[in-house]
T-cell receptor, first 113, second 114 residues
Framework: AQSVTQLGSHVSVSEGALVLLRCNYS??????LFWYVQYPNQGLQLLLK??????LVKGINGFEAEFKKSETSFHLTKPSAHMSDAAEYFC???????????FGAGTILRVKS | DTAVSQTPKYLVTQMGNDKSIKCEQN?????MYWYKQDSKKFLKIMFS???????INETVPNRFSPKSPDKAHLNLHINSLELGDSAVYFC?????????????FGNGTRLTVT
């Protein structure tokens, strides 16, 4: 079964600094990968998804992620953090049959002024 | 217009009670899900329905029973509530048959069992 590991349960950056949230997956076949964001007391919102097209995927709010098959990684980046980026971020992989997503444990991003 | 809406937003109840959470989506999706988010924010799928048919039933106590009257609705009924059922329950939907189709989530129902 697919699984996702997010390295670092908490990441803290200064406003304007680079954001890097790490995600590694295990999958026996080319996966479909997603990043979701959750703001306090809200549901998850899709940031971006990889579905075997371009390896560099651009999402909303200036985020992007690069699929690296050799490293089984799908790290999320943003060149310049904004205070409004403070939230919890979840990486997810789709099961082979596409019927469910398996989520990582989440990474809380804190942005310092 | 809210795409995936679930009610109630908060639910506080005592052990042993029976409660229901309702979910509706207006996206025209064929597949709906229930996910449970525990106190550590870990998200785990509970159930998935496709066109009113149960397709995923993870290891969930049979006190939890989903019901899908039509493809736009997926309700969750919980019998004999226990303290460990306290969590945030998320409903979600996605396009059926499109592998890699993203999920659209509701805003969650925070269940507190006392």
């Amino acid at each position: 079964a697919q699984s996702v590991t997010q390295l670092g349960s908490h990441v803290s950056v200064s406003e304007g600094a680079l954001v890097l949230l790490r995600c590694n997956y295990s999958s026996s076949v080319p996966p479909y990968l997603f990043w979701y964001v959750q703001y306090p007391n809200q549901g998850l919102q899709l940031l971006l998804k990889y579905t075997s097209a371009a390896t560099l995927v651009k999402g909303i709010n200036g985020f992007e992620a690069e699929f690296k098959k050799s490293e089984t990684s799908f790290h999320l980046t943003k060149p310049s953090a904004h205070m409004s980026d403070a939230a919890e971020y979840f990486c997810a992989v789709s099961e082979i049959d596409g019927n469910k997503l398996v989520f990582g444990a989440g990474t809380i991003l804190r942005v310092k002024s | 217009d809210t795409a995936v809406s679930q009610t109630p937003k908060y639910l506080v109840t005592q052990m042993g009670n029976d409660k229901s959470i309702k979910c509706e989506q207006n996206l025209g999706h064929d597949t709906m899900y229930w996910y449970k988010q525990d106190s550590k924010k870990f998200l785990k799928i509970m159930f998935s329905y496709n066109n009113k048919e149960l397709i995923i039933n993870e290891t969930v106590p049979n006190r939890f029973s989903p019901k899908s009257p039509d493809k736009a609705h997926l309700n969750l009924h919980i019998n004999s509530l226990e303290l460990g059922d306290s969590a945030v329950y998320f409903c979600a939907s996605s396009q059926q048959g499109a592998l890699g189709s993203p999920l659209h989530f509701g805003n969650g129902t925070r269940l507190t069992v006392t």
